[in-house]
């Protein structure tokens, strides 16, 4: 696999990706690979959530990592001063790596991504499904039955179908 961004995820897009049971949609994306901080590996507490996440590991869908180096560790520290720890990480480990972050949070978290990344290093779980779509990974129906799953877990998207977006 050739990979061209590297996308640091929180817990919230990780266990959205868990409930509809595609994690290793994340793998699939050919043109990026998925790290997850030991902070947020730490966030996933629900066993089975728990046992999902280790077995992408196992499996290669996912690969963890830790902040690396002092700079990364000193803005993490900040950060911390604002937003969770999850959220700080991948942060401060996408700001230093120039990565993407992958991350469903609003708030001071959103505020800080953009800020310190850009809008277009922000990805959230319908943007990473619209991708799918468009690599030809999963269907619009598909993408729309995991929307209708997630509703039920409390993360609503504010459209009605992935038809009536572009792909990405």
Same mark, same amino acid.
């Not at 790290?35 to 499996?59: C, G, M, R, Y």
């Not at 990364?72 to 520290?77: G, I």
């Given at each position: 696999m050739t990979t061209t961004q590297t996308v640091v995820?929180?817990?919230?897009? $990780?266990?959205?990706?868990?409930?509809?049971?595609? !994690?290793? !949609? +994340?793998?699939?994306?050919?043109?990026? =690979?998925?790290?997850?901080?030991?902070?947020?590996?730490?966030?996933?507490?629900?066993?089975?959530?728990?046992?999902? !996440? &280790? +077995?992408?590991?196992? *499996? =290669?869908? $996912?690969?963890?990592?830790?902040?690396?180096?002092? *700079?990364?560790?000193? !803005?993490?520290? &900040? $950060?911390?001063?604002?937003?969770?720890? =999850? *959220?700080?990480?991948c942060i401060a480990i996408a700001h230093m790596r120039d990565c993407a972050v992958a991350t469903d949070e609003k708030g001071d978290a959103e505020r800080i991504a953009t800020e310190l990344l850009g809008k277009k290093r922000l990805l959230r779980t319908e943007s990473i499904l619209r991708q799918c779509i468009a690599a030809g990974l999963i269907t619009v129906p598909e993408a729309d039955a995991f929307k209708a799953t997630l509703a039920t877990k409390r993360y609503a998207m504010k459209f009605a179908s992935f038809a009536d977006l572009e792909t990405a």
């Open positions: 995820t929180d817990a919230n897009v $990780l266990i959205n990706f868990i409930h509809i049971q595609q !994690l290793d !949609l +994340l793998n699939r994306l050919n043109d990026q =690979g998925f790290i997850v901080p030991q902070h947020v590996i730490d966030e996933i507490t629900w066993d089975n959530q728990a046992k999902a !996440l &280790s +077995l992408a590991f196992e *499996e =290669g869908h $996912l690969h963890p990592c830790d902040l690396d180096d002092d *700079e990364t560790e000193d !803005l993490y520290n &900040s $950060l911390r001063s604002f937003i969770e720890a =999850g *959220e700080a990480a």
